[in-house]
C-alpha cells in the first residue's frame, strides 16, 4: 500500500530531516540541498515523500493528495479554522520548531477596551486571514476588515491595519517591529498531521511506531490570548494626511530593478532594496509616503485606498481583477520589465495541446480537474470560461510546477523561457496573457487636490524617465 | 460525472413543496389576520451586521457562511443571512423607524448556518414575525397568540408552549456577583443549552443555590410559580423586581388567553439579543418555532431604542408534521386533454373553461392519455370536434360545444 508523506521545506527541513533520519525512514535527499521535491524511502518501499512550502501542506493533507505531513501548529489552526469539518487532523506534536502566531498593533491605538481606526473598519493584516478573522469575530469587532497578504504584514500598522497577525520568535520580535504584542494565538511548533481517511483504512502503523518516543511533550492548547470585546473609535484625519501621497514599491526581486528606474528619474531613495529590512525608505519625493510591501498584495492595498500608487505586476492586478471586477484599481504606466508569460500548464502525456482539447478531454473522461496556482482567481476564471467541467483551484505559496502530475492535473504559472516547464516534463497548451511591471492606481478621485497634483507630476516623471531609458 | 447536491443542502419534492406552501399559506393568512405585512429581505448582508455585539453568539458567528463580494475590496465581507430578525431590523430602521407606529411584519425566509454534521439542515427556512415598536405585555401577548394560531389554523393542534425570560436571567446572574463579562459568558452557554454553568454557580454562591436550582429545574404552570419564585429571590434590586413584574404581566395574560403552557427557565434559542420573555413551541417533541423580546437589538444596530420582539417558525419541520391529504387534487379533477394541432384554438378555449372551473388540465403528448387524470378530453379539428371520456366508467360523450362538455365534466 502506497504510504504518500508531505514534508516541510524552510525553518522546519532540518529538524525533521533530523527526527525522520533518527526514526529511520531512510529518506536520504530530504535535506537543504535537494534538487527533485519528490522522495523515496530506502527502507520503507511504499513511502513517497514530497517537499512542500509549509502552509501547502494541511491543504495537501486534507484533500487527501498526502496521507500524514508534518507543518506549523499555526498553519493546521489557519486551515481548520476555516474548514472545522475538514479530513485533516492532529496526530502529535513533534517538539521543535520556535514561534508563534502573535496579534499585535501600533502603542497607543489600543486603551481600555477601545481601539481606534482611521476608517469605519478595524484592518487587520495577516499571513493568516482565517486565524484573523476568527480573531476579530471573538473580539467582537463590529466592523472589520481583513487583508490576507504574502508577507510583510508588520509593514501595515499604523497606517494600512490597525492589527496584524505576525508569526514571530518571540513577543520580544514583536517590540523590535515597533508594535505592541496583544498576545499569542497560536503556537508554531511542529506537528505530524494527518488524513482521516488515511487513517481509518491505511496501515501507517510503521511510520507512526518509528515515531514513538520522539514527541516532546506539547501543548497545543497554549493559546494565552485574553480575548474581551474591543470596541471601535474613528479618529479623524488632519489634513496633512490627506494630502500625503501613500506609494507602494515592491520587496523582493524586484527592487533592483525599481531602483534603477528611480536612479535614471533622479529620485533619491535611502535603503532600497534594504540590508536591515527597512519598510519605510525615505526619499526625495516631496509629500509622499513609501512603504516596501510584496507586490502580489499590492492591487487589493490600492483598491481598499490604504495607498495611492504602487508598483506590481500586471499577473498580480489580473487576478485581483478576476476576484474583483467592479474594482477602482487601473494599471497608470508600463515599466516595461519583469516580462513573464501566464500559461496553463499540462504534463507532456496529456492528450491535449490545447485549452479547447482539454476542455473536451475533460468531458470524455469526468472527474475534478485540480488546478494548482499562485494565482487563484486567474486560475478559477481560467478553468470557469473554458468550460473544464468540475475542477478545484489547489492554492499554493510557490514550486508549483512540482504538482503534476500526482498532485494537479493543471497549472496555471508564470514562465519567462518555458525552461522550468519543460525541464519538469510538461507542456504549455495557452498563453493567458503577458505580464510586465506596472504601476498601479485608483480610478477613485482624490479629496486633495494637492495629492492629485503628485500623483501626476510622479506618474509623469516615471514615463518620461522609461522614454529615455527606451 | 453524476450531478450531485451541495452537502448540507436539499431539494423539496413536489410533495415536499407542498407541504412546504401549505404551512406558509396558514402562517401567512393567520398573520394576516394579525395585521402583520410580509416583507422580505435579501439573501446576501454585511458580515458587520451580525457582529454587532450582543446580537448573535460567537458560536453561531463561526458557522456563517461568510465571503468577499464581486466588489469586496475593501476586506469587508458578507454573509448569507444566517438569521432573520437582524434583517428584518435593519429593514425597519432604514425604512419606518420615522413613522413613529408600531410596526407588525412577517416573512417567509431561509437562513444559512454551517452545520458540520452535514445533513440537509444548511439551509433552513422559517415564517417570522416581528413587532417592533410596541413594548407592552400585551404586546407579547399577541405574538404568542400569532403562532399558537398558526400553528392551529396548520392542523397542528397538540403543541406545548415554553416560556422563560432572559431579563430574569440576567437579573440573577447579575445578583451573583457575576462581572457583565462573565455574565454575558453564562448567558450565552446557557442559551446554547449548557446547564452546567449554573452547577458551578450554585457551588460557589449557595446562598441562592436551592433558589435557582428549583428556578431551572421546576416547570411552572402557573402565575404562582413565578411569585414563589420572586418571594425566594432577593427583587430588592431594581432589574429583578422589574423582570419579575414585566414576566408575571405577560404569563397573565397568556392565562387568560386560554393557552396551555410551561414556565421553563431553560428554554433558550442560540441567540443573545434577547432581552425579555423567550417562548418556545413543541409538537411531537420537536421544537418547531420560539422568539422573544429584543428591546436593545434596534438601539444596538444604530437605530433609536425601541421596544421589539418577534418570532420564528420552522418550517422544515413543520411540513413533516402537517397533512396535506386535503391538498391533494382528486382524479376526478384531472382532466388529460389531446387537442389536434389543427384545432389548437377551439381546445385552449376548453381547456381554458376547465381550468377557471378549477380542474386541472394537462396535454396528451403523442396521444398518451396524461397520468392520474379522471376525464379524457379530445379534441379534433373534423367530427367529432369535442369528445369526453370518464376514465372511471370508460362512458364517453360527443359534445356540441365547450359548455356542453364543461357541464358534463363538471356534474362528474
Redesign the interface.
Same mark, same amino acid.
Do not use: C, V
Given at each position: 500500500m502506497n504510504l504518500r508523506v508531505a514534508l516541510p521545506k524552510g525553518r522546519l527541513l532540518a529538524p525533521t530531516a533530523a527526527l525522520l533520519d533518527k526514526a529511520g525512514w531512510g529518506l536520504e535527499d530530504y535535506s537543504e540541498k535537494a534538487r527533485l521535491y519528490r522522495l523515496k524511502s530506502h527502507i520503507y518501499p511504499e513511502l513517497t515523500a514530497k517537499m512542500f512550502q509549509e502552509k501547502d501542506i494541511p491543504i495537501q493533507v486534507a484533500i487527501g493528495n498526502y496521507d500524514m505531513g508534518v507543518c506549523g501548529l499555526d498553519w493546521l489552526a489557519e486551515y481548520t479554522a476555516r474548514f472545522p469539518s475538514t479530513e485533516l487532523c492532529l496526530l502529535r506534536e513533534l517538539g521543535y520548531g520556535e514561534g508563534a502566531v502573535y496579534a499585535a498593533a501600533p502603542p497607543g491605538l489600543i486603551a481600555d477596551g477601545v481601539i481606534t481606526t482611521s476608517g469605519e473598519n478595524v484592518r487587520i493584516a495577516s499571513e493568516y486571514p482565517n486565524l484573523a478573522e476568527s480573531l476579530a469575530l471573538a473580539l467582537r469587532l463590529r466592523r472589520f476588515s481583513i487583508y490576507p497578504v504574502w508577507g510583510a504584514a508588520d509593514a501595515y500598522p499604523p497606517e494600512n491595519a490597525e492589527i496584524v497577525l505576525l508569526s514571530r520568535r518571540s513577543e520580544a520580535e514583536i517590540a523590535s517591529a515597533g508594535l505592541v504584542s496583544l498576545g499569542m494565538l497560536k503556537t508554531a511548533r511542529a506537528c505530524l498531521i494527518v488524513n482521516r481517511k488515511s487513517l481509518s483504512k491505511k496501515d501507517l502503523s510503521p511510520l507512526l511506531d518509528s515515531l514513538k518516543g520522539t514527541a516532546a511533550a506539547g501543548d497545543s492548547s497554549a493559546d494565552i490570548f485574553n480575548l474581551t470585546a474591543l470596541a471601535q473609535r474613528k479618529r479623524t484625519l488632519s489634513e496633512g494626511d490627506a494630502s500625503v501621497v501613500r506609494l507602494a514599491l515592491p520587496d523582493g526581486h524586484q527592487q533592483a530593478h525599481v531602483r534603477k528606474i528611480l536612479d535614471a528619474a533622479g529620485v533619491m531613495i535611502e535603503e532600497y532594496p534594504s540590508t536591515t529590512g527597512v519598510r519605510r525608505p525615505k526619499s526625495s519625493l516631496e509629500g509622499f509616503a513609501i512603504t516596501v510591501i510584496r507586490p502580489q498584495d499590492m492591487p487589493l492595498q490600492v483598491a481598499a485606498g490604504n495607498f495611492d500608487l504602487a508598483i506590481t505586476g500586471r499577473d498580480w492586478l489580473t487576478d485581483h481583477h478576476y476576484q474583483f471586477p467592479g474594482s477602482p484599481v487601473k494599471e497608470l504606466l508600463d515599466l516595461k520589465y519583469g516580462r513573464v508569460r501566464i500559461v496553463a500548464v499540462v504534463a507532456n502525456e496529456v492528450l491535449a495541446d490545447t485549452t479547447a482539447e482539454l476542455s473536451d478531454l475533460r468531458q470524455r473522461e469526468g472527474g475534478a480537474c485540480r488546478i494548482a496556482a499562485e494565482y487563484v482567481n486567474i486560475a478559477d476564471y481560467y478553468a470557469r470560461t473554458n468550460r473544464l467541467g468540475a475542477y478545484r483551484i489547489v492554492p499554493t505559496w510557490g514550486a508549483t510546477e512540482a504538482y503534476i502530475p500526482e498532485d494537479a492535473d493543471v497549472l496555471v504559472e508564470n514562465t519567462e523561457t518555458g525552461s522550468t516547464i519543460a525541464r519538469h516534463n510538461l507542456k504549455i497548451i495557452e498563453t493567458l496573457f503577458e505580464s510586465t511591471a506596472c504601476i498601479i492606481g485608483s480610478t477613485r478621485e482624490s479629496q486633495s487636490a494637492v495629492k492629485t497634483t503628485r500623483i501626476d507630476a510622479f506618474v509623469e516623471l516615471m514615463r518620461r524617465t522609461m522614454d529615455v531609458m527606451g | 460525472?453524476r450531478t450531485q447536491r451541495c452537502k448540507g443542502f436539499g431539494d423539496l419534492n413536489a410533495q415536499e413543496m407542498t407541504r412546504f406552501r401549505s404551512v406558509e399559506a396558514a402562517f401567512q393568512e393567520t398573520a394576516r389576520g394579525y395585521g402583520y405585512s410580509e416583507v422580505r429581505t435579501p439573501t446576501l448582508e454585511y458580515l458587520?451586521l451580525f457582529? $454587532?455585539?450582543g446580537t448573535l453568539t $460567537?458560536g453561531m *458567528?463561526?458557522r456563517v457562511y $461568510?465571503f *468577499?463580494d /464581486?466588489? !469586496? /475590496? $475593501? !476586506?469587508?465581507?458578507v454573509v448569507l443571512k444566517p438569521d432573520a430578525t437582524i434583517p428584518a431590523a435593519r429593514l425597519y430602521i432604514e425604512q419606518l423607524a420615522d413613522k413613529g407606529q408600531p410596526a407588525r411584519l412577517s416573512y417567509v425566509t431561509n437562513t444559512f448556518v454551517?452545520d458540520?454534521a !452535514?445533513g440537509k439542515n444548511r439551509e433552513r427556512w422559517q415564517c417570522g414575525a416581528e413587532l417592533i415598536g410596541a413594548g407592552s405585555a400585551p404586546a407579547d401577548a399577541e405574538l404568542i397568540n400569532l403562532a399558537c394560531d398558526s400553528l392551529k389554523r396548520m392542523g397542528i393542534g397538540h403543541y406545548s408552549l415554553r416560556l422563560s425570560h432572559a431579563g430574569l436571567i440576567r437579573a440573577v446572574l447579575s445578583g451573583l456577583g457575576l462581572s457583565a463579562?462573565e455574565q454575558h459568558a453564562a448567558f450565552n452557554r446557557l442559551l446554547d443549552g449548557d446547564k452546567t454553568v449554573f452547577a458551578g454557580l450554585t457551588a460557589q454562591i449557595p446562598g441562592v443555590a436551592e433558589a435557582l436550582k428549583l428556578m431551572l429545574e421546576t416547570r411552572g404552570r402557573s402565575v404562582g410559580f413565578l411569585k414563589n419564585l420572586q418571594s425566594l429571590f432577593d427583587d430588592s434590586a431594581p432589574d429583578m423586581k422589574s423582570a419579575f413584574t414585566d414576566f408575571i404581566a405577560t404569563i397573565e395574560l397568556v392565562e387568560a388567553a386560554g393557552l396551555d403552557y410551561e414556565i421553563d427557565f431553560t428554554a433558550g434559542k442560540g441567540f443573545e439579543y434577547y432581552t425579555g420573555f423567550i417562548f418556545r413551541l413543541f409538537a411531537s417533541d420537536v421544537n418547531v418555532g420560539g422568539g422573544g423580546r429584543y428591546d436593545r437589538l434596534v438601539g444596538m444596530m444604530g437605530g433609536a431604542d425601541t421596544s421589539a420582539a418577534g418570532f420564528g417558525l420552522y418550517i422544515d419541520r413543520l411540513s413533516a408534521l402537517v397533512n396535506i391529504d386535503r391538498l391533494y387534487i382528486p382524479v376526478a379533477q384531472r382532466v388529460s386533454m389531446d387537442i389536434e394541432p389543427s384545432a389548437m384554438k377551439a381546445g385552449m378555449e376548453v381547456a381554458d373553461i376547465l381550468r377557471r372551473l378549477e380542474f386541472v388540465v394537462l396535454t396528451a403528448f403523442c396521444g398518451n392519455v396524461a397520468a392520474d387524470c379522471g376525464w379524457d378530453v379530445k379534441v379534433r379539428a373534423g367530427e367529432p370536434q369535442l369528445s369526453v371520456t370518464n376514465l372511471a366508467t370508460g362512458e364517453t360523450c360527443i359534445c356540441q360545444n365547450s359548455m356542453e362538455l364543461a357541464t358534463i365534466v363538471g356534474l362528474g
Open positions: - | 460525472m458587520h457582529t $454587532s455585539a $460567537s *458567528l463561526k $461568510s *468577499l /464581486w466588489d !469586496g /475590496w $475593501s !476586506g469587508e465581507r454551517f458540520a !452535514g463579562a
